[in-house]
Every structure is written in structure tokens, then in C-alpha cells.
């Protein structure tokens, strides 16, 4: 079976790859040869070829996320030779293929870098900073009362459609890592839209945007200087609209707003 | 904290500021100008000197002279604040980074960009705002009424050729800092939608061509006429 690789040939590769004992350590690059990746394979069906090799020779396997590796669960992270989920656009690190490599190319393998995303060990970052962030105000706590019937609240398909793209974020942090500045605002952006752009999400849309953006600044992430990189490296295609529709949120919010 | 520091003191709210403040002085690019382009009209200066005593006197736009020295603390201060904080988020820098496939390269320097600005806006004032309001340039009648020369001063600068060059070198930092700026404004402000974020992106790029090229025209003509064709 071939891939978009004309060459299906197994490949042998050179990886860099960022090595961390704990939080505490200091962390560096090291160097280690693949040998026969098939180009049919995940990127992180190729990491745990080196794991396996690594084992073998006694060697501290490289710690990294992964979870449902079906591109879904947002877990996997890695930055790949400069790229927030590698080189290929609109894909999770999961879902990147061996095939978009050649034979003797070498790789760099780093974790997200940001000073809210600590590194635990070699590749896993903390990202727990976006739990909270999260939690801060994007969900509803209006009693909603019972199921209501079908269609009893019109909502217009293109609104519906914008915010099911907004609810499509599935909170990996690639946004944060390709951003030059460390920003989580397409993170923010998306889940603020999502909720502000629904009736069952309006009522709070306010204390939310409020909140949310004063726990995004708490947790230390950078400004937005709209440049574009987050959306240009989502994996699900946030759109840098959302960003804006963030800004109109909290500037509407501070100053309608109940909270003095 | 009251709600008003605790908006501008966010980092959407400091933003904000930036965006704000970036806009006007784009209008205040946009006068100065389209005032300078008298420059051009080849009468030996009168017009171009009857209109720099009326911005020197006038006192509506002394006034907004104060305001426009604002504008620029504001922008250049809430810019730096939000510098600071952004350089210290990622405290190791990647090791491999290609940022060059995911955005411009303007968009990712516009504190260097405006730096040069900076510099080049303090060699600029230093050479004619300061010598304007407090040296003493040469007096020149125009129909009966004593004028300061500023004209003979400007054209005199620009026969300089390293002065020339600090100017052009300056419209094109300007210019790129335009050219992500000026739509980026409108971002931070909230105004993005499908109608009008193509005409704003599309303007924004004209603005960024046409204004720094207006500008890098005045040193250019004065040098090309008078030093290199003479």
C-alpha cells in the first residue's frame, strides 16, 4: 500500500528531541537514530519505534502526550521542526504521517514552550492553566429547566454553524505554542464565542468574558498582536474571527457590565 | 481595583489603547501629509511657509498638538508594558522554530519597526519642529508680511544624501508597521466581519504604500532636483 509518498520505502531518520528528567531540571537536545519508519506510519507510531529501541538499550523512554490518536481528543502535542503539530496544516500530531518525511531527513521534536505550560518531563506539558481558565466562566449555570421541545428556540444556521466551529476547539494549546507572544486567545476566543453566540449562553456572556480574560491574564499568558500564527496552526481551524468577536465581548462587557 | 484600571490595565484592555491610539495617529499621518505636499508647488516656498506659521500659531492645533504627544506616549508606552510581558512568557526559545510558514514577517517585528520610527521621528523633530519653534531661521517676505523660512530649510536638509537616506529608511519601517498595523486596529477593536474586513485589509495595504511613499518623495524630489540633476 502506497502513501502520498511516491518512495514507500522504510525511512531512517535523525531526531532531536527535547529531554527533561522533572519540572525542575534543566532540560536539552538529544540526538537518536530510527531505523526502517514505514511512511505509512503516524508520527507517533514512529515514537514509540524509538521507545521501544530506547528500551532495549536501557534507555529512559521519551515522555510525550497521547491519548485517543485519532485527532480528536486534542491530548498530542509536540513541536515538530519549527511547527506547533508539524509541517502539515490542519492536522493533529497524531494524525501526521510519516509520509510527509523523506529518508535521512532529521527532526526536531520539542514541547510547547510557555511559561503557563511548564514542562513535567521531556515533551508533556502542564496544561492545566487552561482547565482554569475554563472553569473561570465557560460553561452556563442557568437552571435551564426541563428538555424543551424541538425547535421551541429558533436559532439560525449560520449562527449555529459559527458556533459549532467555535465548540470544535479541542483545547490542545497549539495556538499558545506557535504564538509568538504565548497568547491564549484563540483558546479563549473560541470558547467565548461558542457560549456568547447561543440563547443558552448569552445570559452569562457578560461575567464570562469578564472572567475568563482576568484568569487568562492571571495564569500569565501573552497579549494578542493579531498575527495571525494560532489560527494558521489549529488543528481544527479556530478562526482569527473569534479573536475579534472576543475583543467586541469584553469591551461590550466592561462597560455594560454590572461588576464596578 | 476599579472596573476602568482593571479593563485598560488587561491585556486586551492595553490593546485596546494601542489600537486606538495607532488610528489616530494615522489621521495625523494623513494631515501632515497632505499639508507637506505643498512642498511641491514649485512657488519657492510662500504657500509652504504661510502654512507652517498658521500650524505653529494656530491655537486649535497647538491644542492638538498636546493631544497628538499623548497619542504617541500612549501607543509607544501600552506597546512596551505588553512587549515586556510577551518576551517573559516563553523564557526558552525554541531551538527549531519556523515562523515564517504561519505569518508575516511585519506582524512579528512591529517594536522593531517602531523603533526605527522612534529614532528616526527624534532625528525628524529635532531637525525641523525644534528649529522651527525654537531656532531662528532665516525671515522671508511673502506680499508684505515676514515669514520663517522653513522651506530653505527643509529643501537645504534634503541635499544632504545620508539625510535622505535616514528618511527613506524611516518611510519604510513606517510602512510596515502600516501594513500590519492598520488592520490589525481594527481587529483589537472588535471589526472583523466578511463585508468589510476585506476593504479594511485592502486599504490598509494602499494606506501602507501611499503615505510612506508621499513622504519618502519630499527628501527624494529636493535631492534628485537640486543635487542630482544640477
Known amino acids: 500500500m ?30 537518536y537514530q530510527v531505523k526502517d519508519i514505514s511512511p505509512e ?44 503539530h508539524g509541517p502539515e496544516r490542519g492536522t493533529t500530531t497524531c494524525q501526521l504521517h510519516m509520509r510527509k518525511f523523506s529518508d535521512g531527513d532529521t527532526i526536531t521534536i520539542e514541547p510547547w514552550r510557555a511559561g503557563p505550560f511548564p514542562i513535567l518531563k521531556d515533551l508533556i506539558v502542564d496544561r492545566s492553566a487552561m482547565d482554569r481558565i475554563q472553569q473561570a466562566g465557560g460553561y452556563i449555570s442557568v437552571n435551564t429547566g426541563g428538555v424543551p421541545d424541538a425547535n421551541e428556540i429558533p436559532i439560525p444556521k449560520d449562527i449555529a454553524d459559527k458556533a459549532f466551529d467555535a465548540a470544535t476547539c479541542i483545547q490542545c494549546g497549539a495556538c499558545v505554542a506557535a504564538c509568538k507572544n504565548g497568547s ?17 449562553g448569552k445570559v452569562e456572556r457578560k461575567t464570562r468574558v469578564e472572567n475568563m480574560v482576568a484568569q487568562m491574564d492571571k495564569e500569565g499568558f501573552g497579549s494578542c498582536t493579531n498575527i495571525g500564527s494560532c489560527a494558521a496552526e489549529c488543528p481544527v481551524g479556530i478562526s482569527l474571527e473569534n479573536i475579534a468577536k472576543l475583543n467586541r465581548e469584553y469591551i461590550g462587557a466592561a462597560f455594560t457590565s454590572e461588576n464596578v | 481595583m476599579s472596573w476602568f484600571s482593571k479593563t485598560f490595565s488587561s491585556t486586551i484592555g492595553r490593546k485596546l489603547l494601542v489600537a486606538v491610539t495607532g488610528l489616530f495617529l494615522c489621521s495625523f499621518l494623513v494631515v501632515h501629509l497632505v499639508g507637506n505636499l505643498q512642498l511641491f508647488k514649485g512657488d519657492g516656498g510662500a504657500s509652504f511657509n504661510i502654512y507652517s506659521h498658521f500650524m505653529a500659531t ?5 491644542t492638538m498638538e498636546i493631544v497628538l504627544v499623548l497619542g504617541f506616549v500612549f501607543h509607544i508606552y501600552e506597546a512596551l ?20 510558514d504561519n505569518s508575516n514577517w511585519s506582524s512579528r517585528n512591529m517594536g522593531l519597526l ?18 522651527a519653534r525654537f531656532g531662528e531661521p532665516n525671515m522671508i517676505d511673502i506680499e508684505g508680511t515676514g515669514y520663517d523660512d522653513l522651506y530653505s530649510v527643509v529643501v537645504q536638509s534634503f541635499h544632504l544624501w545620508w539625510y535622505v537616506l535616514i528618511y527613506v529608511l524611516g518611510q519604510i519601517a513606517l510602512g510596515y508597521h502600516l501594513y500590519h498595523g492598520f488592520s490589525s486596529a481594527f481587529h483589537t477593536l472588535g471589526l472583523n466581519h466578511k463585508k468589510y474586513t476585506p476593504g479594511i485589509q485592502k486599504f490598509g495595504a494602499f494606506f501602507s504604500i501611499v503615505v510612506p511613499a508621499g513622504f519618502a518623495a519630499m527628501p527624494l524630489y529636493f535631492f534628485i532636483k537640486d543635487v542630482v540633476l544640477s
Open chain 1, 2 to 31: 502506497a502513501g502520498n509518498n511516491p518512495n514507500s520505502k522504510p525511512m531512517n531518520l535523525t531526531l532531536k528531541v527535547w529531554r527533561q528528567k522533572n519540572f525542575q531540571s534543566a532540560g536539552k537536545m538529544e540526538t
Open chain 1, 41 to 84: 506510519m503516524s508520527f507517533l507510531e514512529m515514537m514509540d519505534v524509538l521507545n521501544e529501541d530506547l528500551l532495549r538499550k536501557g534507555i529512559d523512554p521519551v515522555a510525550f502526550d497521547h491519548d485517543c490518536r485519532e485527532g480528536i481528543c486534542g491530548t498530542c502535542s509536540l513541536y515538530i521542526n519549527g511547527r506547533a
Open chain 1, 184 to 200: 491564549a486567545m484563540l483558546f479563549v476566543s473560541a470558547k467565548v464565542s461558542q457560549l456568547a453566540l447561543l440563547p443558552q
Open chain 2, 58 to 62: 494656530n491655537p486649535l492645533i497647538r
Open chain 2, 81 to 100: 508594558v505588553l512587549t515586556r510581558r510577551n518576551k517573559n512568557v516563553r523564557k526558552t526559545a525554541y531551538a527549531y522554530n519556523r515562523p515564517q
Open chain 2, 114 to 131: 517602531g523603533t526605527v520610527i522612534l529614532v528616526f521621528l527624534i532625528i525628524h523633530l529635532y531637525n525641523f519642529f525644534w528649529r
